[in-house]
């Protein structure tokens, strides 16, 4: 037995990949540590959330106390989960727009520009800003507005990764950068975090990795802030070739990252292809794997779209390095031949990695096809999000219908005193309510999608044959007949099943509706599909 923790021993060590530098281990366990303590960071996130969340609801309508704690709601979202964030910036917006105040228009258009930045929306976040009038807004707003439309830029040309446009992409970052640094105080670490982005824009690396070291070494900063800084010298290390040191830095990016509850990050990415890149394969694949998890969790699309051009390389070398693994297993074991016990022990590891082989290949298989469904989906979201509510109400109608049966079988039962305590059971029939509350559910999130559904659907008819509805209503059972067809219900038997009419009277309807539609019949139908999302 000692002979074979000899030559394991001798496997493992030549095998292994370099050391890293003793500060490099010392960085890597605390961010170990980190990654085991996660959930607790973002427990103590979710507390202040909750907090936050409960003011609100105290606030009542005090719209300036509504404002105030709905942008600390989305400072606390805006790098954690991208659809919170965009839901309170949606409320920034609309309570500045009924102030009528241009400065805070402006500061509420200037988070939305950042939220839609955040999510890889380049385009919606340009619009923004093109449309702003920074000379409208305070020094403070006007720095902000700068800043984020420089990293817009930025963050754009290094997506599009082309040339031609990314080198148009950074003048046009560069000059908003100016003016923001034009507005900064140099004794203030914003000023020194600009100096250093526009340095390495500018192909300064020297100058920039100054810059970022002399405002790491002169403030004190917050997570968020430490960061940034440490990931944005760690690119700059990377770029000067002085790789242990940029490993250093991304590792101390991750960890603040980590403790901010930050997820939509760079730094944990670029440090799992350096680990990559020295050999240290399987910690870049788990590396890799959060960074994927956390650009999921936050649903920033042009991370997930980074990370999985990097994600089956990783994967595709741990598999070989498993392979040669298993080859050198396979080769010990002839050595020790003359030893049955341990080549029953070599068997039954080389089995072991076999399966784990097997396993890794169905996973990355799996991956792939999640990354082509991912990218399936970026290029059609409109079109999956008019799909999944068709498909959730339709299962759910069909659970009702088998209820009600499951409901018939057991009085059935008890009809025929074949019963042991079933009556318990149904004698408090919810069904009905059940699906009314499930034509309430339908009408709600199918207006959140189609928000001038009514309306639009109202321009197709006289004045007088218009709908009308109740204060209580959202949809009634004409519209619903025609929220189901657009969002592609088109057979008459599913529509019925789910309104619980029959066929014919969903027939009936329908033609009723469209005879008094001011469009021809042929084209009422068109007409509704053509209605659009929000």
Known sequence: MKCFQYILFCVLFFAAPARASSETEKLLKELEECILNKDQYLVQKQERINDLVGKLQQAGDNKKRVMEICERLFTEYKSFIYDSAFKYVIKINDLADESGNPYFINRARIKMGFSFLSSGLFKESLDIFDNLKPSLADTALRKEYYSIFARTYFDLADYDNDDHFAREYRRMGNLYLDSAIHLLDDHTPEYWSAIGLKKMKSGDLEGSADAFNYLLSKYSLSDHEMAIATSSLGYVYSQLGRTNEAIDMLIKAAIADIKSSTKETVALRNLAVHLYNKGDVDRAYRY?????????????????????????????????????????????????????????????IIYKQLKELKEVKRKLQETNNDLRLMNESLLETNKIKEKYIGYFFKVNSIYIEKIEEFQKAVHRKIVSRQFDDLDDLIKNSYFK??????????DKIFLKIFPHFVDEFNTLFREEDRIILREDELLNTDLRIFALMRLGISDNEQIAKFLNYSVNTIYTYKTKIKNKSIVPRNEFEDRIMAIKAL
């Open 288 to 348: 890799i794997k959060i960074a994927f998890d956390d650009a999921t969790f936050y649903n920033a699309r042009h991370r997930k779209i980074e990370i999985g051009a990097v994600l089956p390389i990783i994967e595709g070398e741990r598999i070989s390095t498993i392979e040669r693994q298993k080859k050198q297993l396979m080769q010990y074991s002839v050595l020790l031949t003359l030893l049955s016990v341990l080549i029953i022990v070599f068997a039954l």
């Open 433 to 442: 309510k059940e699906r009314e509350n499930l034509y309430i559910n339908f």
